[in-house]
């Protein structure tokens, strides 16, 4: 299957401080990454969908001038979370779409644990 | 009416057991369908994925897919406590987006 990795895995930081986590393919082109979020006991949260060489689509409700993405490459895409506060403590987790036969699918990074303090 | 559904559980079944998870969805275009593997503290792994009416069968996993009923199963046959975990249900609507159902806890119980 295909490989994802994101970097790093675990990050503590001060409040007001920005955090730059990582996601790059392995062993294949990904023109679509997605990066999610999610708190503990809940459900993944789709933060933005990330397209090669365009502005990342950001979903409601989540703010585009905090969580920075970038795509410039089909093998890396980054999130800078700017200025976090403990609230931005999370589980966040990258994923890179890629065919797995006929099927279109998304194949998740390990994650990366962001704690804000 | 949430476009993705599942039974949050927890579902819990002996060791063994076959344990079946369902989900349904809402968009009748909807083209693929995938069942993620998500343990405690770690990211989602791609179990299998359908995208015809019918099963399909991948060891242990059976994978039923019912358009008509807008439906998609999960069965896990043995069950081992190993397979304790949150299964995730997805849909795929046009090759771009993407729609993930809240997860079904699931436990074995040795």
């Known amino acids: 299957g295909a490989v994802v990795s994101q970097h790093p895995s675990w990050v503590i930081c001060k409040s007001g401080t920005s955090v730059k986590i990582e996601c790059r393919s392995l062993?294949?082109?990904?023109?679509?990454m997605f990066w999610y979020r999610q708190f503990p006991k809940q459900s993944l949260m789709l933060m933005a969908t990330?397209?090669?060489?365009?502005?990342?689509?950001?979903e409601q409700g989540v703010e585009k001038d905090k969580f920075l993405i970038n795509h410039a490459s089909l093998t890396l895409s980054t999130l800078t979370v700017t200025s976090a506060h403990p609230e931005d403590s999370s589980f966040y987790i990258c994923?890179?779409?890629?065919?797995?036969?006929?099927?279109?699918?998304?194949?998740f990074g390990p994650g990366t644990r962001l704690t804000v303090l | 009416q949430k476009e993705v559904e599942q039974n949050s559980g927890p579902l819990s079944v002996p060791e063994g057991a076959i344990a079946s998870l369902n989900c349904t969805y809402s968009?009748?275009?909807?083209?693929?369908f995938f069942w993620y593997r998500q343990y405690s503290g770690k990211s989602p792994e791609l179990i299998m994925f359908?995208?015809?009416?019918g099963d399909k069968e991948d060891g242990r996993f059976t994978a039923q897919l019912n358009k008509a009923s807008q439906y998609v199963s999960l069965l896990i046959r043995d069950s081992q406590p190993s397979d304790s975990a949150t299964y995730l249900c997805?849909?795929?609507?046009?090759?771009?987006?993407?729609?993930f159902g809240p997860g079904t806890r699931l436990s074995v119980l040795p």
């Open positions: 359908i995208y015809s009416n």
């Open positions: 968009d009748r275009g909807s083209q693929s």
């Open positions: 994923s890179a779409r890629a065919l797995a036969g006929v099927a279109d699918t998304q194949y």
């Open positions: 990330s397209n090669e060489g365009s502005k990342a689509t950001y």
């Open positions: 997805a849909v795929n609507r046009d090759g771009q987006n993407f729609v």
């Open positions: 062993d294949f082109q990904a023109t679509t």
